[in-house]
């Protein structure tokens, strides 16, 4: 008791609160600044170490000093009874205890609050608009625009919607709440850019859609040259970064600082790049041709090097061994990581070109990891995660990954296709219909969407009615293929007229991968309408074309095995038969390695060769083909009995009233029930 006496004629207690009083405004300024002018972390850590070692210092001082009207002394050489509590010094005890109960209230408060939304804070930059006609406020409201978003999808735990969702806003008339709700957002970033004079003035605001609050307003009215679009970019960001109470990354802003171009002609080209490439019905050859320009106009251009990689790799992927374009990618990749190795756009491409020219599943994940860590808002990297998650055969985490990229780009529609069709590819019907029924209807622009949607009770019942459906709506596209496409599933689903309609103006040509030609597919309509001297025409025409290319390419498992039907048509049943068996041995042997072409899915083989035995008269090995396929782990298989049989009409009507059927019918019951 006598020691804590003298605590209190020492002052040890007012000195006690005074300085975790005066400690916590500290800390409060400490942290409020931080964040303003984005100081390391070391800086706060630092402080509250200097405060923490300063409280016992303080406490000492406090001990052995008194504070007396002659100055500071220390207490052994004051005489006994000489301290006492002065009417001011009480004031200053009740100041510092109601102050700090006020500071305690305060933060007991702050604990029974309602949690604040612990999820990722999510922003739209929509698309900055140009005031007035001026050619160049147009350009650098564009490039604001782009490098906006590419910045802000560096600053961990910010949802940023990707460009393509926010630019199908541009000149809309829909409100900022409107597209918020549809975007799925919290935060709108809104911005226009005009020329007065000399000067180009910058309007921006970040608006908090659920009060309608302006978190800040901002106007940048200065000289602004080419050279300092991205100061003016780094000084938005940042206020942004501040209001939504996140930080940004070290070295985001000097990364999009280095990503970028001095040369203002290669800077437009890559802009009219990105335009295009965004576009649903973009042309890969004028992307590449304006990305090349960029390059051109500035060799040091990091990210239009990065971009033209990915054109080059995006050529190589299909039925042809381009093997032209994957070097090409690799050059300009190459170019990339030389120039700016550390840009998550190359680790993205670089992600991208092993996985499709390599199918390096592991190393491509690894970049992309990378790729996320500088720039965690990307829904493109969540996308492309997606694709070799199905690859791999981890479906599961391919959905978590669709669905992440759906949140950051919702006016996608191909992710949302992705995602859906990966719910369908799982046998999940239910769940696919009900994903493909939101995709239509949040796109009912994009015709072809309702086309895969029809694909799920194709997968589960063979029933191609729906897909034949959204193809003949007068808003679906023509052209030759679409055409081919048609006629296909008319004949398919019966619907032989039809069919016969949509193939009669196709040109009657092979195909030199091997696949079925339009020459082929005009010929089983013909068949199948019972026009039979046409169609033997035609198949002996295609015959010839496939022995050609037969005899430069006799281990090509795709043309054995449609020449095999083509044979089958003509009577020529031991070749069919032997090319089918031929394509069947091929097939089993076949590796990631040989396959025909990089995206070849080597799973559904056995489906393939079985239609060609059973067309052949083997139905026998035909239902162990088909037994295989339905037995194969691989989790991303659609089909089930009643859409594998369906699939080449000459099978089917063969194939359905044996025994065969039946056992398969039975075996694979639980197919169709998802």
Request: net charge negative; glycine share 4%; aromatic share 10%.
């Amino acid at each position: 008791m006598r020691f804590f006496t003298e605590l209190k004629r020492r002052h040890v207690f007012r000195v006690a609160g005074g300085y975790l009083l005066l400690a916590w405004l500290i800390m409060q300024v400490t942290d409020v600044l931080s964040s303003l002018l984005q100081f390391p972390d070391w800086v706060g850590r630092l402080v509250i170490y200097i405060l923490l070692f300063g409280f016992p210092l303080a406490l000492l001082a406090s001990w052995v000093f008194e504070i007396t009207p002659e100055g500071i002394k220390r207490e052994s050489e004051i005489e006994p009874g000489a301290i006492r509590t002065t009417s001011k010094g009480r004031a200053v005890d009740f100041v510092i205890i109601a102050a700090l109960t006020v500071v305690v209230g305060y933060l007991a408060w702050e604990k029974v609050q309602p949690p604040r939304p612990t999820g990722m804070q999510s922003v739209a930059v929509l698309p900055i608009r140009s005031i007035g006609t001026d050619e160049q406020a147009a350009f650098i409201a564009a490039g604001l625009h782009e490098h906006l978003i590419t910045q802000l999808e560096r600053i961990p735990g910010l949802d940023v919607t990707a460009r393509q969702s926010v630019q199908s806003f541009a000149g809309s008339d829909k409100s900022i709440q409107e597209i918020a709700a549809i975007l799925k957002v919290r935060h709108v970033l809104d911005a226009s850019v005009q020329k007065v004079a000399n000067q180009l003035r910058v309007n921006a605001q970040l608006i908090e859609v659920e009060t309608d609050d302006h978190l800040w307003t901002d106007v940048y009215d200065e000289a602004i040259a080419y050279e300092n679009i991205l100061d003016v970019q780094s000084g938005i960001v940042s206020r942004i970064s501040t209001s939504l109470e996140i930080a940004l990354l070290p070295n985001a802003a000097e990364l999009a600082r280095r990503a970028a171009t001095d040369n203002e002609d290669a800077y437009r080209d890559y802009l009219e790049a990105m335009n295009a490439y965004y576009r649903a019905d973009f042309e890969r050859v004028s992307v590449e041709d304006l990305l090349s320009s960029a390059v051109e106009k500035d060799p040091e251009f990091a990210l239009a090097w990065a971009r033209l990689a990915d054109v080059y790799q995006s050529q190589y992927w299909g039925p042809s061994d381009n093997k032209a374009a994957l070097d090409r990618a690799e050059f300009a990749l190459a170019r990339a990581q030389e120039l700016q190795p550390d840009l998550p756009e190359v680790h993205l491409v670089s992600a991208k070109v092993l996985y499709h020219g390599y199918l390096d599943y592991e190393a491509a994940l690894e970049q992309l990891e990378l790729a996320e860590h500088g720039m965690p808002g990307s829904a493109e990297v969540y996308e492309w995660r997606a694709n070799i998650y199905r690859h791999m055969g981890d479906p599961e985490s391919a959905i978590e990954a669709y669905a992440r990229g759906v949140k950051l780009d919702p006016r996608d529609p191909w992710t949302a296709w992705e995602h859906a069709n990966t719910l369908a590819h799982l046998r999940r019907y239910e769940e696919a219909e009900a994903a493909f029924d939101h995709v239509v209807s949040a796109f009912p622009d994009r015709p072809r969407l309702r086309r895969e949607a029809g694909k799920v009770p194709w997968f589960r019942d063979g029933d191609a009615s729906a897909i034949v459906a959204a193809m003949t709506r007068p808003d679906y596209p023509q052209s030759d293929h679409s055409s081919l496409e048609l006629a296909y599933w008319a004949w398919v689903g019966g619907q032989i007229d039809l069919a016969l309609d949509r193939s009669a103006n196709l040109s009657a040509t092979g195909d030199p991968s091997g696949q079925m030609s339009t020459r082929a597919l005009k010929a089983f309509v013909l068949q199948s309408a019972g026009r039979t001297d046409e169609a033997r025409t035609l198949f002996e025409q295609e015959a010839e074309y496939q022995a050609t290319l037969l005899e430069s390419q006799p281990d090509n498992f795709v043309l054995l095995n449609y020449s095999a039907r083509v044979a089958m048509m003509l009577g020529n049943e031991e070749l069919a038969i032997e090319y089918a068996w031929r394509a069947a041995e091929i097939a089993d042997a076949m590796t990631e390695s040989n396959k025909p072409w990089p995206s070849f899915d080597i799973s559904v083989t056995p489906f393939e060769y079985g239609l060609s035995l059973c067309q052949a008269g083997e139905l026998e090995a035909a239902a162990d083909a088909f037994r295989k396929f339905f037995e194969d782990p691989d989790p991303m298989n659609p089909y089930t009995v009643a859409s594998v049989v369906a699939s080449w009409p000459p099978c089917r009507d063969r194939f359905e009233s044996t025994v065969y059927h039946e056992e398969l019918q039975r075996d694979f019951a639980h197919l169709s029930e998802g």
